[in-house]
């Protein structure tokens, strides 16, 4: 019986032209470029899809946070600034001193704490928040630490503040006691008589984490600023390649000598 005649291939024209060192056929299975590879890595890793509201309650969540820490900011700066002296006069306290140092001084530890809070701030979000760096990161770094400043100014100024005031109204004139340590370079001023608008050293912690968070971002080796995997853990050798033969090995010393010609 003669044989059949051959069948046509299902497989694709024989014209199909791939890459250079590919199967005639085109691409194999394992041929996929190793840039595209790592691009669509990247992507499904990386590229998440924009959420507004979860980034919004991340700023919040951070914000809330922050604010919370301005409690024990607040106290450090009560036990570290120190208070002024005053005397009771019929029309008042006066300062005990023609011109005192203690204000300056406390104003001048709230600059300071403010700004390392800042600095502090930043950076932990940097790591904490590592997701959402860029400008969520930012807005929660800065936003944060604007509220946190008030609410250490408020804590701080306090301590001490109950008894300064009765003082004020009971003791007789000429007696001395202190008055707590408080802000003369700092405040906070009513928009609208709604919105409060910090201002004077009540900004620095909300600077020192912009310029903080700028420099992280700025020294990022990373475009995106989120970690990202390294182009070593990826295959650069295409399944289709063949794998290189083995050299041949040398003869045995006692081999016999190929005839000459």
Same mark, same amino acid.
């Given at each position: 019986m003669p044989p059949s005649p051959a069948e046509p291939s299902a497989g694709p024209p024989p014209d199909a032209a791939g890459p250079p060192g590919s199967p005639p056929g085109g691409f194999g299975p394992g041929d996929v470029p190793?840039?595209?590879?790592?691009?669509?890595?990247?992507e499904l890793r990386f590229d998440e899809p924009r959420r507004?509201?979860?980034a919004v309650a991340t700023v919040l969540g951070a914000v809330l946070a922050l604010a919370a820490l301005g409690v024990?900011?607040?106290?450090?700066?009560?036990?570290?600034?120190?208070?002024?002296?005053?005397?009771?006069?019929?029309?008042?306290?006066?300062?005990?001193?023609?011109?005192?140092?203690?204000?300056?001084?406390?104003d001048g530890w709230f600059s300071l704490l403010g700004l390392a809070?800042?600095?502090?701030?930043?950076?932990?979000?940097?790591?904490?928040?590592?997701?959402?760096?860029g400008p969520v990161g930012l807005l929660a770094a800065v936003l944060g630490t604007l509220v946190a400043a008030p609410v250490a100014w408020q804590v701080g100024r306090r301590i001490g503040l109950a008894t300064f005031d009765r003082l004020l109204d009971t003791a007789p004139a000429g007696q001395a006691f202190s008055k707590p340590a408080d802000l003369r370079a700092g405040g906070v001023d009513w928009l609208l008589g709604v919105l409060p608008v910090p201002h004077g050293n009540l900004l620095l912690p909300a600077f020192g984490a912009a310029v903080m968070y700028t420099l992280?971002?700025?020294?990022?080796?990373?475009?995106?600023l989120r970690p990202e995997p390294e182009p070593a853990e990826f295959s650069w050798v295409?399944?289709?390649? +063949? $794998? /290189?033969? @083995? *050299?041949?090995? !040398? +003869? $045995? /010393?006692? @081999? *016999?000598?190929? !005839?000459?010609?």
């Open positions: 190793a840039s595209a590879a790592y691009q669509s890595s990247l507004p509201l979860r024990p900011l607040g106290l450090l700066w009560a036990a570290l600034a120190p208070d002024t002296p005053v005397l009771k006069t019929a029309e008042g306290a006066i300062y005990a001193e023609p011109q005192p140092e203690q204000p300056i001084a406390a809070f800042g600095l502090i701030v930043a950076l932990a979000l940097w790591f904490v928040l590592r997701r959402r760096r992280l971002a700025g020294w990022s080796r990373w475009p995106g295409s399944a289709g390649t +063949p $794998a /290189p033969t @083995a *050299a041949p090995e !040398p +003869p $045995a /010393p006692d @081999a *016999a000598e190929p !005839p000459r010609g």
